[in-house]
């Protein structure tokens, strides 16, 4: 099975979602840089003034849209998103220190390093198209 038969000669590549992770133009680089840092300031003033912990751990993950909102731009704007969204995280959270124990803190950065692996399976995903 040569390269003209098949996926290749069907033209399905060309119309999978991935190969358009590629943002070409400046003014949706732009947009998508914007809406990085909103999202990301939302999501920080809510976990701030969250009361309860369960919406603690949801907000905690909603932290991955900005990231990967930030990743799609390339990968160093998603990494720098990705530590800034692990910090305001641990900064923001005071009901949830108060609660956990020491040995528990392995579990919250372990949450955390999830934020930096998520710009890099973006640009795998890029690469790979």
């Known amino acids: 099975m040569g390269r003209s038969a098949g996926l290749y000669s069907d033209g399905i590549i060309d119309r999978l979602a991935i190969n358009r992770l590629n943002l070409a133009t400046p003014a949706v680089k732009t ?3 914007w809406a990085a ?3 990301l300031a939302i999501i920080t003033i809510l976990n701030h003034y969250a009361r309860g912990l369960p919406f603690h751990f ?5 932290y991955l849209v900005p990231v990967t909102v930030a990743a799609l731009n390339s990968l160093l704007e998603g990494l720098a998103v990705a530590l800034v969204a692990g910090s ?3 900064l923001t959270n005071p009901l949830v220190f108060s609660i956990i124990k020491p040995s528990d803190y392995v579990d919250f950065l372990v ?3 999830f934020y930096l692996v998520d710009p890099v399976t973006i640009e795998l995903l890029r690469r790979l198209a």
């Open 31 to 33: 947009l998508f840089r």
């Open 37 to 39: 840092v909103l999202s």
């Open 58 to 62: 949801l907000l905690d993950f909603l």
């Open 88 to 90: 305001l995280r641990m």
């Open 111 to 113: 949450v955390t390093g």
